[in-house]
């Protein structure tokens, strides 16, 4: 199907084609229902439908093991793409509310067949921009959005689009440095902050700057920093 694609584009992109590369031998995922459960899904969330589901994480071996054997009853809303991977946003009932999973993880999805005007009404609510939810989700960890301010080196403007896109706002606050605002969810902003290391600094909120320091103390004694 690509070479059939390529010989329908001119001779300078088929050209330039030839050198671009799938990343096959990186595989990320072992889940040959992965299609099954994007078609199931698609269906689901056209009909405002509740899907079940067992939920998995990969051992050591790289084989899927459920996290429990009790089902996932959850409405679907979107589905999208981010981190080379492909989520599920969706309304879990049993506790989390509006959460995500990979779909990936997911096996033996089932769609249930009653329809409900009340899950149809959830659903209408819930209808959010995929953007928006994995801006607010950075690297898909969970966690209820916060406010967010960072102290970052303007050279990282580029880092901080490529990652929040408009949903960040960024102020220079002198030659060097800006401030970085925006609303995410603690525990991913917890990963980008010790991604950047000494290039980003946590302002607020407290308790995720708290966090940090004790990240940075264990960090320093793993690696028997003196004065950890």
Avoid at 63 to 86: A, D, G, H, W
Avoid at 164 to 174: H, L, N, Q
Wanted: glycine share 4%; hydrophobic share 40%.
């Amino acid at each position: 199907l690509i070479e059939k694609l390529k010989k329908l584009s001119n001779k300078r992109l088929y050209s330039g084609l030839g050198h671009v590369s799938a990343l096959r031998e990186l595989p990320h995922q072992n889940n040959r229902e992965i299609s099954h459960n994007i078609q199931v899904l698609d269906e689901a969330i056209e009909s405002h439908r509740r899907v079940s589901f067992i939920y998995n994480q990969m051992n050591c071996e790289r084989k899927l093991v459920p996290i429990n054997n009790i089902p996932r009853e959850v409405l679907p809303v979107n589905m999208f793409c981010t981190n080379s991977q492909y989520y599920l946003v969706a309304n879990e009932f049993s506790c989390y509310g509006l959460t995500h999973f990979r779909l990936d993880r997911i096996t033996d999805i089932a769609l249930c067949q009653q329809l409900s005007k009340d899950d149809i009404k959830l659903w209408q609510k819930l209808n959010i921009s995929a953007a928006a939810y994995a801006a607010e989700h950075p690297y898909m960890y969970g966690g209820k959005p916060l406010n967010i301010t960072l102290k970052m080196p303007c050279s990282l403007a580029g880092a901080v689009c490529d990652t929040f896109g408009s949903a960040a706002d960024m102020t220079p606050i002198c030659d060097e440095y800006m401030l970085v605002r925006l609303k995410a969810a603690a525990e991913g902003m917890r990963f980008f902050a010790l991604q950047y290391g000494p290039n980003c600094e946590v302002l607020e909120p407290k308790e995720l700057r708290e966090q940090l320091i004790s990240d940075i103390k264990d960090m320093a004694a793993k690696y028997c920093v003196k004065g950890a």
